[in-house]
């Protein structure tokens, strides 16, 4: 099974409106870290927000929101206001217990349409 | 702020031929990774490094590959006899912590000829 899923190869939002991007995310360890990261076209791995499993409130960073429901498993993030420099791939990332091997999504392609 | 940089940004090497890729990672950073990407697919881990040794190793990881820390700064990967598949953009990425979330370097584009 996969660790991490999104099922979103490609998703379109209008500028100024808010965008979710879906992650669900497989694991019994009770302990695990979920993360989203942006890669430009240029290339480079951008981090955005981090989510613990044992977190209780959903992570916010700016226009950045986690959408955390543990008992679904899924870690959808939000994009607020979303802005032309969001077009972008979107990778959804766990790190199960303390391992140090982080499992990643297949990514969506977001784009903003002015 | 601190960043993972990445040396060269792009390297074109003969199929066959022995690469180096190298990285900075973040000063006071302890956990050390490399990852690659194959042209529009995900990434996918390779190593993870920490305390002078390896700590996890994917399936890709193989013979092929080895890792190295020769001084108190670099980090590199070593792929020996590259082949057409090598192709891809390759990441290094260092954490601080556990529960630090890993931060990147910009890549090396490694194209095999």
């Known amino acids: 099974a996969q660790k991490i899923t999104q099922t979103q190869p490609g998703m379109f939002v209008q500028e100024k409106e808010a965008v979710t991007l879906d992650c669900t995310y497989d694991?019994?360890?009770?302990?695990?870290?979920l993360f989203w990261y942006k890669q430009p076209s240029s290339g480079e791995m951008i981090f955005l927000i981090y989510?613990?499993?044992?977190?209780?409130q959903n992570a916010t960073e700016g226009r950045y929101s986690l959408n955390f429901q543990k008992a679904r498993k899924s870690a959808n993030l939000v994009i607020s206001a979303s802005q032309l420099g969001d077009s972008a791939m979107y990778f959804c990332?766990?790190?199960?217990?303390?391992?140090?091997?982080?499992?990643f999504g297949t990514g969506t392609s977001l784009t903003v349409i002015p | 702020e601190p960043e993972v940089t990445q040396t060269p940004s792009h390297q074109v090497t003969q199929m066959g031929q022995e690469v180096i890729l190298r990285c900075v990672p973040i000063s006071n950073h302890l956990y050390f990774y490399w990852y690659r990407q194959i042209l529009g697919q995900k990434v996918e881990f390779l190593v993870s490094?920490?305390?002078?040794?390896?700590?996890?190793k994917s399936e890709i990881f193989d013979d092929q590959f080895s890792v190295e820390r020769p001084d108190g700064s670099n980090f590199t990967l070593k792929i020996r006899s590259t082949k057409l598949e090598d192709s891809a953009m390759y990441f290094c990425?260092?954490?601080?912590?556990?529960?630090?979330?890993?931060?990147f370097g910009d890549g090396t584009r490694l194209s095999i000829l």
């Open positions: 490094f920490y305390n002078n040794e390896i700590s996890e």
């Open positions: 990332a766990m790190r199960e217990g303390l391992g140090n091997q982080f499992y």
């Open positions: 989510q613990g499993s044992y977190d209780q």
């Open positions: 694991t019994s360890d009770p302990s695990y870290g």
């Open positions: 990425a260092s954490r601080e912590t556990v529960n630090q979330p890993q931060h």
